[in-house]
T-cell receptor, first 114, second 113 residues
Framework: GDSVTQMEGPVTLSEEAFLTINCTYT??????LFWYVQYPGEGLQLLLK?????DKGSNKGFEATYRKETTSFHLEKGSVQVSDSAVYFC?????????????FGRGTSLIVHP | DTEVTQTPKHLVMGMTNKKSLKCEQH?????MYWYKQKAKKPPELMFV???????INESVPSRFSPECPNSSLLNLHLHALQPEDSALYLC????????????FGQGTRLTVV
């Protein structure tokens, strides 16, 4: 079945450092790809998305490019802030029995120190 | 309005209690989901409703009973739960076709004592 593989965390960075969180996927069709963020004690918020190959999603300084040839959707940010500390989930959405079911990676915890 | 509203935010219940979790959205989405999330884990899919009909049940125990009374509301009825059912329960909604990103509520933190 469809699946998402994320790098294991936690990722610990100093403020203003460059962030990369790796994500690769396996899917039989042409899924849409997403990054969600979860702050402590809260639900998931959609951070960015890409719906076809070579699309770049971006939001709040984060970006990710849908790479079909490497089946990847790595999350990057040029300069992280303490407020970016959260758990980041890579996800795909592909058709299943008439519905599009979000499938999540394991999540990667990001800790940013001042 | 891109909100999915879940109530209550916190719930403590005994193993013999019956309680319900509620979820509401007004985005016109016709797909709605229940997920269970344990600490430091990704959300696990429980149920999917598509056009108010149950389309996916991920082998969830019968002590969890979903209900979709209309296109805006989704309930999860709880009965005779076990302590290991303590978790964050997340509701989400999306379009059935086309742009399929899911919008999540803030969740209900459930503790079974």
């Amino acid at each position: 079945g469809d699946s998402v593989t994320q790098m294991e965390g936690p990722v610990t960075l100093s403020e203003e450092a460059f962030l990369t969180i790796n994500c690769t996927y396996t899917a039989t069709g042409y899924p849409s790809l997403f990054w969600y963020v979860q702050y402590p004690g809260e639900g998931l918020q959609l951070l960015l998305k890409a719906t076809k190959a070579d699309d770049k999603g971006s939001n709040k300084g984060f970006e990710a490019t849908y790479r079909k040839e490497t089946t990847s959707f790595h999350l990057e940010k040029g300069s992280v802030q303490v407020s970016d500390s959260a758990v980041y989930f890579c996800a795909l959405s592909a058709p299943s029995g008439g519905s599009y079911i979000p499938t999540f990676g394991r999540g990667t915890s990001l800790i940013v120190h001042p | 309005d891109t909100e999915v509203t879940q109530t209550p935010k916190h719930l403590v219940m005994g193993m013999t209690n019956k309680k319900s979790l509620k979820c509401e959205q007004h985005m016109g989405h016709r797909a709605m989901y229940w997920y269970k999330q344990k600490a430091k884990k990704p959300p696990e899919l429980m149920f999917v409703y598509s056009y108010e009909k149950l389309s996916i049940n991920e082998s969830v125990p019968s002590r969890f009973s979903p209900e979709c009374p209309n296109s805006s509301l989704l309930n999860l009825h709880l009965h005779a739960l076990q302590p290991e059912d303590s978790a964050l329960y997340l509701c989400a909604s999306s379009q059935v076709q086309g742009t399929t990103e899911a919008f999540f509520g803030q969740g209900t933190r459930l503790t079974v004592v």
